[in-house]
């Protein structure tokens, strides 16, 4: 299933890859592939050519409804499916690594498996596997980011494929499990769907595995028209609210208080260095991160303005 908005300069490549991919792994699919595009109404419509071999569902949705109720309207189309495979337009499948999926799920009845993220390079690129946020992570994140571990997965993940979090732009999740859990959880529109998906799957006692020799190309922001986090105030603001709901979901309303403390005085610090270097444009973004987290921590608006 692939989600897009305005992602018509990358969608071609990604569902060529996935086809490919489909194709090599075929003596793994239980059936033939179903391909689901939810549009998240994008100035202009993605084109997807129909292929041999897979049905193509498209849903045309009139509003931008987020990552999250856009999948679960997509999973009403294929409601038994054995697994389901979320994955970003900008994501680029290698040839084998659908394959290698699917054995990996198999042979340790996991829930869910994700590849490891590549660039251009092919060299690990972003975070394909992650620990869960709480105040701790949040203090480090905010006070001392030179701290950060930079690692594309943890030590365990890399050694066994044990993985804690993973991304969901490239996601394999058996499909009883998804619907055990209802879906993706649309508290908010935007952001750490995947690691609460994560977090559900370790309480259900489901193992969550890193296939460490899948590999799928990922560029951030490709996926929507290079709108991310980084470059959008109000997706900044939607991370950081989604941040907090996790932690106050999964280790109560204090340590939610904490993180909010933490990212007012990380976005405190950050005006002060902005203002010294004569950064505008940063500055303005980190005065409305500062206000949001003295004033309300709630989560923007959605859909966020144009």
């Given at each position: 299933m692939v989600v897009t908005y305005n992602s018509g300069a990358v969608i071609v490549e990604c569902i060529a890859a996935l086809d490919r991919s489909v194709e090599l792994a075929g003596a793994r699919l239980s059936g033939p592939p179903v391909l689901v595009i939810v549009d998240n109404r994008s100035r202009v419509r993605p084109e997807v050519r129909d292929a041999s071999g897979r049905t193509t569902h498209r849903v045309l949705l009139e509003h931008n409804l987020g990552f999250a109720p856009a999948v679960n309207r997509g999973l009403a189309l294929v409601p038994g499916a054995e697994r389901v495979l979320l994955l970003n337009p900008d994501a680029r499948l290698e040839p084998r690594a659908l394959e290698?999926?699917?054995?990996?799920?198999?042979?340790?009845?996991?829930?869910?498996?994700?590849?490891?993220?590549?660039?251009?390079?092919?060299?690990?690129?972003?975070?394909?596997?992650?620990?869960?946020?709480?105040?701790?992570?949040?203090?480090?994140?905010?006070?001392?980011?030179?701290?950060?571990?930079?690692?594309?997965?943890?030590?365990?993940?890399?050694?066994?494929?044990?993985?804690?979090?993973?991304?969901?732009?490239?996601?394999?999740?058996d499909g009883a499990f998804l619907r055990a859990v209802g879906g993706l959880d649309t508290t908010l529109a935007m952001y750490l769907e995947d690691m609460e998906l994560c977090w559900r799957a370790h309480a259900a006692g489901r193992p969550v595995r890193l296939a460490r020799d899948a590999h799928c190309g990922h560029a951030l922001g490709g996926s929507s028209g290079e709108a991310n986090f980084r470059a959008s105030t109000g997706l900044h603001l939607m991370l950081l609210a989604a941040r907090l709901e996790f932690i106050r979901r999964h280790q109560g309303t204090a340590a939610m208080l904490l993180a909010r403390s933490l990212m007012l005085l990380g976005a405190a610090g950050r005006v002060a260095l902005c203002a010294l270097a004569g950064e505008p444009r940063l500055l303005r973004k980190h005065l409305v991160a500062m206000r949001w987290a003295l004033l309300c921590g709630r989560p923007p608006r959605w859909p966020l303005p144009a």
């Amino acid at each position: 299933m692939v989600v897009t908005y305005n992602s018509g300069a990358v969608i071609v490549e990604c569902i060529a890859a996935l086809d490919r991919s489909v194709e090599l792994a075929g003596a793994r699919l239980s059936g033939p592939p179903v391909l689901v595009i939810v549009d998240n109404r994008s100035r202009v419509r993605p084109e997807v050519r129909d292929a041999s071999g897979r049905t193509t569902h498209r849903v045309l949705l009139e509003h931008n409804l987020g990552f999250a109720p856009a999948v679960n309207r997509g999973l009403a189309l294929v409601p038994g499916a054995e697994r389901v495979l979320l994955l970003n337009p900008d994501a680029r499948l290698e040839p084998r690594a659908l394959e290698t999926l699917l054995v990996e799920m198999e042979e340790n009845r996991a829930a869910l498996v994700g590849p490891v993220l590549v660039g251009g390079d092919g060299r690990p690129h972003g975070r394909s596997e992650r620990p869960y946020h709480s105040p701790a992570r949040e203090a480090v994140t905010q006070l001392a980011p030179c701290l950060m571990s930079r690692r594309p997965y943890g030590r365990r993940a890399a050694h066994t494929g044990a993985a804690r979090a993973l991304t969901g732009a490239c996601l394999l999740v058996d499909g009883a499990f998804l619907r055990a859990v209802g879906g993706l959880d649309t508290t908010l529109a935007m952001y750490l769907e995947d690691m609460e998906l994560c977090w559900r799957a370790h309480a259900a006692g489901r193992p969550v595995r890193l296939a460490r020799d899948a590999h799928c190309g990922h560029a951030l922001g490709g996926s929507s028209g290079e709108a991310n986090f980084r470059a959008s105030t109000g997706l900044h603001l939607m991370l950081l609210a989604a941040r907090l709901e996790f932690i106050r979901r999964h280790q109560g309303t204090a340590a939610m208080l904490l993180a909010r403390s933490l990212m007012l005085l990380g976005a405190a610090g950050r005006v002060a260095l902005c203002a010294l270097a004569g950064e505008p444009r940063l500055l303005r973004k980190h005065l409305v991160a500062m206000r949001w987290a003295l004033l309300c921590g709630r989560p923007p608006r959605w859909p966020l303005p144009a």
